[in-house]
């Protein structure tokens, strides 16, 4: 089987425009999806369960959040990423 493909934005913009409003994970190969979602002080503010799941920042306010993902292949491979996103309004 070959390997997953895992694409994460960097930013997103729930403003209410229609445009961008959700931050979600773009994969092929992927049957489980999670991804926890913190703030700058370390506070999980959200997350992702599943391979069609986003988050869509209510009630956060505009900033660099952290984000730690963690996915198993159809091949059971494992795959983790983190990294920064970054929420504007």
Do not use: C, H, Q
Request: charged share 20%; glycine share 14%.
């Amino acid at each position: 089987m070959p390997e997953a493909n895992i694409s994460v934005p960097n930013i997103f913009s729930p403003n209410g425009d229609g445009v961008n409003e959700l931050f979600f994970i773009t994969s092929a190969g992927l049957k489980e999806l999670n991804v926890d979602i913190y703030d700058r002080w370390g506070l999980k503010v959200g997350e992702i369960n599943g391979v069609n799941g986003f988050w869509d920042g209510a009630g956060n306010s505009e900033g660099t959040y952290y984000y730690i993902l963690k996915a198993t292949g159809y091949d059971d491979s494992k795959y983790e990423k983190r990294g920064y996103l970054m929420l504007v309004k």
